[in-house]
Nanobody
Framework: QVQLVESGGGLVQAGGSLRLSCAASGRTFSIYTMGWFRQAPGKERELVAQ????????VYADSVKGRFTISRDNARITVYLQMNTLKSEDTAVYYC???????????WGQGTQVTVSS
């Protein structure tokens, strides 16, 4: 099993920045890709960004390109999401997730709330 614990959410004004962190523990050697999802009230959960074990292969949702940056520290088995120029529409619960090669997103964190006030 893999455990994921997010931190760094909070309340920020529009135009501000936040950095989310997700620390993995357990059978972390099996993790290939890590990512961030978000879910706003009344909306489906959506992929925000993902990154491969190598640190490459980054993918971003169109809505966050140029504003958000995903990175990972393999020594600490931690993935980060730097969020800049935040907008009210970024308000959501953000979830860290991980998956193995060829598998679906099997591992999830508990979520952290990000609220952007306009």
């Amino acid at each position: 099993q893999v455990q994921l614990v997010e931190s760094g959410g909070g309340l920020v004004q529009a135009g501000g920045s936040l950095r989310l962190s997700c620390a993995a523990s357990g059978r972390t050697f099996s993790i290939y890709t890590m990512g961030w999802f978000r879910q706003a009230p009344g909306k489906e959960r959506e992929l925000v960004a993902q990154i491969m074990r190598s640190g490459g292969g980054t993918v971003y949702a169109d809505s966050v390109k140029g504003r958000f940056t995903i990175s990972r520290d393999n020594a600490r088995i931690t993935v980060y999401l730097q969020m800049n120029t935040l907008k009210s529409e970024d308000t959501a619960v953000y979830y860290c997730a991980a998956r193995q090669v060829g598998r679906s997103w099997d591992y999830w964190g508990q979520g952290t709330q990000v609220t952007v006030s306009s």
